[in-house]
């Protein structure tokens, strides 16, 4: 890496985290690595780096635009630790904002809601869905009602944050300058010019709360190697000689393969993306886009896995199932749909029990990182070298 591009006052930090060996070794060939040390999945200094450098710092997802169809439409999130809102105006357009009031700094919006305006549940303050501050009663003395025709001007108004939607995806960037979506995406848009992903649409989501850290999800998500002993249905659908490790191309990784059938929720009954060429009708591909939006292409869907870390030791995941057209959501593909939700339902629970016992084995004093698999592994510990750069770019 360009050392003029690394923050020498992050590589201390990285090194006071995880020693001098575990910073090398993330940056060992993989014949001789292991993954990142304990601490990395344990120390809350730890996660409230990669809070602050890793997912501040890159497009995040924070929900499908499904989910906010509605004008006044309001959803809580919270992205690299910091609390948001991501708001539908009355023009149309997604927008987000920190959730946090202008005056003593109240949480604004603690759940999911519609309402036309954001009113602070401590002392009233209002403000319209485009973030401008409308009105601070008593706010001058009893009785007194503030009113501002064009909002309170950059110390009042709610404080903007980056939002771009791709496709019915809405994407987060608390830092504000990462590249455009489109950009950051190319890396899988130029692997799938078959694919229109216009034609995506929403169908629902699973959310799981997970005893683990959230890159482990990740880590397991990438690799193939353990298919064989978890994932029995998996198995029969594309068997440990059709898959290989997959590779980064810059900050995504990839993987496909062929298979031989198709299965019940994939590929069974529901339409395939329009014009999809016949090479392309039984092939699956899954993708990274670092740091955590991770999309799996079949020909009938896009379904996306996203966790965000709750604690070190505590992750939310969501499963976003998308589908072609009005596959979506009319009621002559509900029997194939729930196929394919209750596919990834299955899928999901089978990895979680594996994840909450990586998790738990990392308490263990003799666990260094372990030995990894040259041939499944090399991308799983690139993972771990990208979080480190990350952490350490200036
Ligand atoms: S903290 Fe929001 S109005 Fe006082
Ligand atoms: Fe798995």
Request: net charge negative.
């Amino acid at each position: 890496m360009d050392t003029r591009a690394i923050d020498p006052q992050f590589v201390n930090r990285v090194k006071s985290l995880l020693g001098e060996e575990g910073f090398d070794q993330a940056f060992a060939p993989i014949e001789e690595a292991s993954g990142l040390p304990n601490a990395a999945y344990w120390s809350k200094d730890w996660l409230e780096l990669e809070q602050e450098r890793v997912f501040r710092r890159s497009w995040v997802f924070a929900g499908a635009e499904a989910e906010i169809p509605n004008t006044g439409d309001i959803k809580p999130v919270e992205i690299g630790g910091a609390p948001l809102v991501i708001v539908r105006d009355k023009d149309g357009s997604v927008r987000g904002f920190h959730n946090v009031c202008r005056h003593r700094g109240a949480k604004l919006v603690q759940d999911k809601c519609n309402k036309s305006s954001i009113t602070c549940p401590y002392h009233a303050w209002n403000y319209a869905l485009n973030g401008d501050l409308r009105s601070r009663p008593h706010f001058h003395g009893p009785d007194k009602l503030d009113k501002f025709e064009n909002g309170g001007g950059e110390k009042l108004d709610l404080i903007f944050v980056r939002v771009e939607v791709w496709n019915g995806c809405i994407f987060v960037n608390v830092s504000g300058n990462a590249e455009p979506v489109t950009d950051w995406l190319e890396p899988l848009l130029r692997r799938t010019p078959n694919y229109d992903f216009s034609s995506i649409r929403w169908a629902g989501k699973l959310e799981f709360e997970i005893k683990t850290n959230w890159k482990l999800v990740y880590e397991n998500y990438m690799e193939g190697y353990h298919v064989f002993s978890v994932h029995p249905g998996l198995l029969k659908f594309a068997p440990m000689n059709l898959r290989w490790s997959g590779e980064w191309d810059e900050h995504v990784f990839y993987n496909d393969y062929i298979f031989p059938e198709n299965q019940e929720g994939r590929g069974d009954g529901l339409p395939h993306y329009p014009n999809l060429p016949e090479e392309d009708a039984q092939r699956g591909l899954w993708f990274l886009c670092f740091p955590h939006f991770a999309a799996e292409v079949y020909p009938d869907q896009f379904t996306l896995l996203v966790s965000y870390p709750i604690a070190p030791d505590l992750t939310r995941e969501e499963l976003h199932v998308f589908l072609i057209g009005d596959a979506a959501t009319s009621d002559i593909h509900k029997k194939e749909r729930n196929s394919v939700i209750k596919m990834w339902d299955d899928l999901n629970r089978e990895d979680i029990g594996m994840l909450e016992l990586l998790q738990q084995g990392r308490l263990s004093p003799a666990y260094d990182g372990g030995r990894l698999s040259p041939h499944w592994e090399g991308p799983t510990h690139q993972f771990g070298r990208r979080i480190v750069e990350k952490i350490i770019a200036a």
